[in-house]
Each structure stands twice: as structure tokens, then as C-alpha cells.
């Protein structure tokens, strides 16, 4: 009778731990898509470090005055950009000089901000959070708090096996978060798939050759960026005075030139470009057809923009921008602060 009890009460145990076992990392590699360049090897991507991710990425402790967390400025349902400023907003109200980038399929990226400064995402979240006008905190002061910190140390132990909580662990845990923003279930994804229903409108169709034709070269599918800087022709905004990539290289060749963005998600991550100059696609939209009218200098890509589009074709251009829209990635849940973990 004892062993049967027994049997019974592991048997209840493992079926409840088997309902309870979490998913793995949500990181994928979805299909025909090209090799990240993220180096998997210095930073195993698991379950425990995702979530521990996740946990700081919506902590404003780090912070210096415990106001603003990496979701200040990186908002889910605007593809982890912000949205009602231009420019990013940070501690004590500051004003940064340049428009948050959205956080999408960063293991495609081999380098990071609009001029390239940083050139690994496991160093990019030292920037924020030093940055006096972001997060305004310094290291050994973040290291501390967590240090002192019996939640994170329970945590850190779980997700590194070491309750001592180092710089390298922090910044791992980050990018564990930051690299599982994997956007690819878009219409356009469906579409290409071959799933039913996801068939293009006749105006998605449109739209989707005049993209090929003039926009793929630089924004190319299918992650929408090409990991490369380019001259897009917008003019030099006189007060912020930002030359892009010649700030770091100092080559009088490289001003002007801004990492090509990705496009997934653009309806919903207004204002544009690295200054949030446009608010809406249609001035985007316009800007790129004022090219040849303007002659302004841009990259050679562009070049094959002869004349302005007729409205039509903006029109049909915004309809296929609108298919990159991925809604299964702006309210995934598991990308969502979680109430039960503080
Ligand atoms: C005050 C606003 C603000 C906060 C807070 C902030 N960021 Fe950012 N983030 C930005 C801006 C602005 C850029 C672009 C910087 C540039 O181009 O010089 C950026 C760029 C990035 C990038 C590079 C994306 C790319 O494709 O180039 C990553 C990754 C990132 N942030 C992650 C984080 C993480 C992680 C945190 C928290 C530790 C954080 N950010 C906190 C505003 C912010
Ligand atoms: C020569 C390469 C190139 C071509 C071709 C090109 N773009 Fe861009 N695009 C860029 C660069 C570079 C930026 C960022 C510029 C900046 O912020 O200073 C950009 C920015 C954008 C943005 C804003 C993205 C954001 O997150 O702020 C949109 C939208 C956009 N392009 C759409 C298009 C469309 C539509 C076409 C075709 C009509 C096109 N692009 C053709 C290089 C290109």
C-alpha cells in the first residue's frame, strides 16, 4: 500500500513539474533566413538567462535616480522603439540627440547605434546605462545594487550558477532578452510561406515590386536592413549637427552615412530616421520620391530612383510597408513585463 502511495505521489509530482517546465529560450532562426552574425558561443542563450533578461530590461533600479529602465525608451508594441518623441527622453528629463532604434532580430546586426559605435551587442547596454542623458547610473554603482539585491542574487545563481553578480553576467542576461526579439511572422512572412490567407492584395502586390525595384538594395528582405550604412539623402538637421558614421571614423567620406534600418514593424514605430525628423510613412515616403527632383546626394542604390512616384504608387508602397507589421511580436507575452517577478 506504502509503495503504491508512493508511486502515486511521484507520479502527481512529475506531472506537475512536466506542466511547469518552461519553454527554452524563445530565440529561433526562422527558415531560408541568412546565419546570425551573433557569436553564440560566449553567451549561451537559456531559459533562466532570457528571463533574468527580461526582469532588467524592465527594472529602473538601474538607473541612477530609479526612474527609467531600458522600456523607458524601448517599447514592445512599438517594436521596442519610442514613439511620442523624436528624440529619446532620459533621467532627469534629458534630452538625448538621437530617435531610439527599434530592437528587432539583432542577431542579424554586426553593429549597433545609427553611426555603428558599438560593434557587440553584449557592450551596447553599458552605453545606456552610463550615458548621462539615458540612464545616468555607473557601473561598479549597478553592480552594487545587485549585488545587495537577495532576488537578483537568487536569480543571477539560477541563470550563471554564481550569486556573485558580475558586469559580464549583467550584460549576457541583457542580450539573452534582447537577441529572443525575433520578428518573422509578419503578413509578409505568411505570405512567403504559403499560408492561407495571407495572400497579397493586388495593392500589396504593387507596392511589393515598386519595394523591390527601389528600396531592397539598401532594405533587403528578408530582415529589411542590409547591415550596412548609407546616404539616404535627408539634409543635416543644423542644431543637432549629427554626421552619422564620420563621428567614429573621422573619414570625411563616411558623413552623412546612418545604419540602414530595418523596416519590420515601421507602421507602428514612428517618428523615422535616426533624428525622428518624419512622423508619418507618407513623408518617408515622400522624402525618398523628392530625390530626383532635388538631386540630392545619396548612396548609389538610390540613384535608381529617376522620378517622383505618382501618388498611387505611395499609396501602394505604404500598403506593402504595412505588411511588416507583425502583431504576434508586439503582443507576445513572454517580451512582456512580468507582475509575479519582483
Ligand atoms: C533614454 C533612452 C534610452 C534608454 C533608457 C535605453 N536606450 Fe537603447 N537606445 C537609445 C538610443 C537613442 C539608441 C541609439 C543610439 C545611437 O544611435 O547613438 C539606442 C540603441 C540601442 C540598441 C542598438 C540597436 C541597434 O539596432 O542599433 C540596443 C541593443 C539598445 N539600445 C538596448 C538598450 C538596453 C538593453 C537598455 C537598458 C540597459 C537601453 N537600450 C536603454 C535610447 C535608450
Ligand atoms: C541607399 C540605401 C537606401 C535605399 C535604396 C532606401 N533606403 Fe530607406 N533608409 C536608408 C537609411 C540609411 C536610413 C536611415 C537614415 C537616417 O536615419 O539618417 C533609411 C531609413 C528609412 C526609413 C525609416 C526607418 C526608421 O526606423 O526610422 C524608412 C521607413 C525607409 N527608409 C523606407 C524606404 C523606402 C520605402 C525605400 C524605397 C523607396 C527606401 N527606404 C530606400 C537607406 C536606404
Redo the contacts with the bound molecule.
Sequence with gaps: MKKIKLVLSVGIILLFLSFNIKEGNPFYIPENWPKPFYNFEDNQLTRDKFELGRTL?YDET?SRDST???A???LQYSGFTHIDHAL???IDGEI?N????V?IN?AW?SF????G?VNN?DK??IN??IHP???GNNLPEVIRRLNNSKFYKKRFLSAFGDSVISTSNLLHA?SNF?LALVSANSKYDLMKRGVAGSEFTDQEKSGYQLFLKNCNSCHTEPLFHSNAFKRNGLKIDEELKDIGRMAITQRKSDSMLF?VPTLRNIEFSFPYM?DGRFNKLKEVVDHYSSIPAHQLIVSKELKKIKKPFTDQQKKDLIAFLKTLSDKQFLYNKDFMFQRNER
Design positions: 530590461f538601474l527609467i529602465s531600458c523607458s525608451c524601448h529619446s527622453h532620459g538625448g538621437r530617435n531610439s532604434p530592437l539583432l546586426n549597433f547605434h545609427w553611426d559605435g551587442l551596447q547596454a545606456p546605462l542623458k539615458e540612464m541583457l534582447t545604419k535616426h
